[in-house]
């Protein structure tokens, strides 16, 4: 840790970049797990894990060059097409990769402390393809989720930045809270308004910023699905079933962050509603 602390001390601009290049190849692995986990659990015929078979064209079959799977690059040299055959190269996996550019360089530009930072890229590398999967296939495998749980608590041990006990109550509370309204909400309608994915994410996220960030997170979330859901409605003109990962997953982001800065969930629950309050 003290040799990048002294790197972006003595030199932030390269910091950022050199962790702006890191994420994009972090951002290519996610790619590969949100791709490849749905079918893993939803088909049992499929063949594949994460790391066989090699990085491929999934209409062609055709096993890619070094060249062809240059993150950022290649999909632009490439012009979002296989090279093999001309399909058409999912534009979300080149924005993910741009993303995870993005956000590792800000926030290595940003973030107070190098010890914060590498855990918010581990939280991030979890919740990212949580999110594109949840939007995709309305699921939250609990081969992700159960993971960022224990390592949110694991990094709370670590690298304490709240008591351990607070992280176990937020994990239990958490998950709790969206038992109680799942239930609560099918018995006064006879209809499920949640998975039970959302509660273990949701129990995750507590893990990771405690039981006091909760109110903050699930605030946060609603009002980001809130949003979502009527640009949805809007965009497609119909009702559906809206994803409540991301939205959980954005949240979590956003309140780790305020929380690097010492910010406490009650200034923050009030910097929320000062935003979204209606002024006279």
């Known amino acids: 840790m003290t040799a990048f602390a002294l790197l972006r001390e003595s030199c932030p601009a390269l910091f950022s970049l050199m962790s702006a290049?890191?994420?994009t190849i972090?951002?290519?692995?996610?790619?590969?797990?949100?791709?490849r986990i749905p079918p893993m659990l939803l088909d049992d015929e499929a063949r594949i894990n994460l790391l066989f078979p090699a990085s491929h064209c999934p209409?062609?079959?055709h096993e890619l060059a070094w060249w062809e799977n240059i993150p950022l690059v290649s999909w632009l040299a490439l012009r979002g097409r296989c090279y093999h055959c001309g399909s058409a190269i999912p534009l979300r996996l080149w924005l993910l990769e741009a993303f995870t550019f993005l956000f590792f360089g800000a926030t290595a530009w940003f973030l107070p402390d190098i010890p914060t930072l590498f855990s918010l890229?581990?939280?991030s590398a979890f919740l990212l393809p949580l999110a594109l999967i949840d939007l995709r296939h309305l699921l939250l495998p609990d081969?992700?989720?159960q993971p960022l749980l224990w390592t949110g608590l694991l990094v709370q041990l670590a690298h304490p930045t709240l008591p351990l006990s607070d992280a176990i109550v937020g994990a239990v509370v958490g998950y709790l809270f969206l038992?109680?309204?799942y239930w609560t909400f099918r018995l006064v309608t006879g209809r499920e308004g949640l998975g039970y994915g959302d509660f273990k994410l949701l129990a995750a996220l507590g893990a990771w910023c405690g039981w006091q960030a909760l109110p903050s997170v699930i605030l946060l979330a609603s009002l980001t699905g809130i949003a979502g859901y009527c640009l949805f409605i809007k965009s497609n003109n119909k009702a559906a079933s809206i994803p409540f990962g991301p939205a959980l997953a954005v949240a979590g982001v956003i309140t780790f962050i305020l929380q690097s800065y010492s910010l406490t969930p009650l200034i923050i629950c009030q910097m929320i509603f000062d935003i979204f309050s209606i002024r006279e």
Request: net charge negative.
């Open 179 to 181: 038992w109680l309204l």
């Open 121 to 123: 890229w581990l939280l």
């Open 143 to 145: 081969c992700l989720t």
């Open 26 to 35: 972090i951002g290519s692995f996610l790619g590969v797990v949100a791709e």
């Open 21 to 23: 290049l890191f994420g």
């Open 59 to 61: 209409s062609c079959q």
